[in-house]
């Protein structure tokens, strides 16, 4: 099946700790992005990136960070710099804008980060 | 970034009700997107719009990208249970970027 996975599904952190979440696609989009999702508020963008080995910041990027080595792969690290990093984290994919088309993305199951 | 003001923030209704809520936005947007999130789960994709003055249908729930290009709106006609979950517009700026900005959402509870 074609989809958006995302590993864990909860994942706690400690104190100083970094922690890599985890986003793969088999739909074969140029373009994935990461939301931080809180209580009561809208989705906010973290990072995205167009196509491979290329990322740009979002509206709230700092304490994290992205890599994109491969097509199908945007892992996603929540660093120690992270004052606040309790929140429910989504992925996105979409076919993105060098195919020409409008820009639809499709969301994953999401992960839930926990500070202990 | 852009600013959505989604309303209303919840609703709650009685189960076979319509059900309207709208999103409007400070700027232009080329495209307006409606999802629905369940508890602890990731948004899904109900209706895309791309153009102004659409209107598009996806069973009992309809959608319209306002003429201004800065509102959007969807009803959910004869609610059921199921219904039940946040609603969230999403809009792109006219300059294309490939990122969306976000309403906060309308929770809506459907009693049986």
């Known amino acids: 099946d074609g989809g958006i996975t995302q590993s864990p599904k909860y994942l706690f952190r400690k104190e100083g700790q970094n922690v890599t979440l985890s986003c793969e696609q088999n739909?074969?989009?140029?373009?994935m992005y990461w939301y931080r999702q809180d209580p009561g508020q809208g989705l906010r963008l973290i990072y995205y990136s167009q196509i491979v080995n290329d990322f740009q910041k979002g509206d709230i990027a700092e304490g994290y960070s992205v890599s994109r080595e491969k097509k199908e792969s945007f892992p996603l690290t929540v660093t120690s710099a992270q004052k606040n990093p309790t929140a429910f984290y989504l992925c996105?994919?979409?076919?993105?804008?060098?195919?020409?088309?409008?820009?639809?993305?499709?969301f994953g199951p999401g992960t839930r980060l926990l500070v202990l | 970034g852009q600013q959505l003001n989604q309303s209303p923030q919840s609703m709650f209704i009685q189960e076979g009700e319509d059900v309207s809520m709208n999103c409007t936005s400070s700027?232009?947007?080329?495209?307006w997107l409606w999802y629905k999130q369940d508890p602890g789960e990731g948004p899904v994709l109900l209706i895309a719009?791309?153009?102004?003055?659409e209107l598009t249908s996806n069973g009992r729930l309809t959608a319209q990208f306002g003429i201004t290009r800065k509102d959007s709106f969807l009803n959910i006609s004869a609610s059921i249970p199921s219904d039940v979950g946040i609603y969230f517009c999403a809009g792109q700026p006219w300059t294309g970027a490939n990122n969306l900005f976000f309403g906060t959402g309308t929770r809506l509870t459907v009693i049986p």
């Open positions: 996105a994919s979409s076919i993105g804008v060098l195919a020409g088309e409008q820009e639809t993305p499709y």
């Open positions: 719009l791309y153009k102004a003055g």
């Open positions: 739909l074969n989009h140029d373009a």
């Open positions: 700027s232009i947007f080329n495209t």
